[in-house]
Each structure stands twice: as structure tokens, then as C-alpha cells.
């Protein structure tokens, strides 16, 4: 099992966020995870730790507006530009189609490592 860490910033090791108050959820299963979710106090939120990774965060937040709650589940993910296999990834993949299939809404962040010069990249590479 991955231990997950719920943070609130102040011995956080993710670079680039300084003291912060909401939740940082990130795994430490590894070193220089490449992943976080950052998650305003208040919200329901639960680690999905079997789809947590250096490379992959998820959680599922319960929203409650609109009348009855539901939930929704949140992802992080960084595709490695070097990465031998074309992404998505077979981890990044199990998380899209083990919640589709049960109709939960999936909101996914990721940095996919496209480069191509109609979004202000200097060069165009494959995945661009």
C-alpha cells in the first residue's frame, strides 16, 4: 500500500509551494514526486492511494451543491517526455476508464510534455 500524505504545507517537500494552509495530498512512496493536489480545508476528500504514484495523484471529493451530493474525482499527472510508451500511461489509463465506467465525473490535470509553437512553444515535438 502507498502512504499518502495529508499536508498542510509546512513540511511539505513539493518545490514551488511555500506555506500553504489547504491540504496537500501527494504520494512519498517515492522520491521527487512529480504530483500533488492542493485541496481547500472543508471538503470531503478520500486519497484513491491504489491510483497514487511519483507520476499520478487522485482523490475523490464529495461536492455537495445543486442538491444532492456527489462525487467527483480529481487527478494530477505528468507524462515523462522521455517516456518509452505513448501516453497516456497504463496507470493514467486505469483511473479514466475504472471511473467511467461508473459514471463518476473525472477532472484530470496533467503536464502531457506537448510542445508545439500554436501554444507558445519554441519547437513541436510528437505529442504536440
Known sequence: ?????????????????????????????????RTCILIKKGFQILPLMHYCSRDLTAVKITASGGGRPRDIILGSAYLPYDDAVPPPDEELEKLVM??????????????????????GSTNINNRG
Do not use: F
Open 1 to 33: 500500500m502507498l502512504p499518502l500524505y495529508k499536508n498542510h504545507g509546512l513540511k511539505g517537500a513539493i518545490k514551488g509551494l511555500k506555506k500553504v494552509s489547504e491540504e496537500l495530498i501527494y504520494s512519498r512512496s517515492t522520491q521527487n514526486p
Open 98 to 119: 475504472g471511473y467511467r465506467a461508473q459514471g463518476t465525473h473525472l477532472i484530470i490535470s496533467c503536464d502531457a510534455n506537448s510542445h508545439h509553437t500554436s501554444w
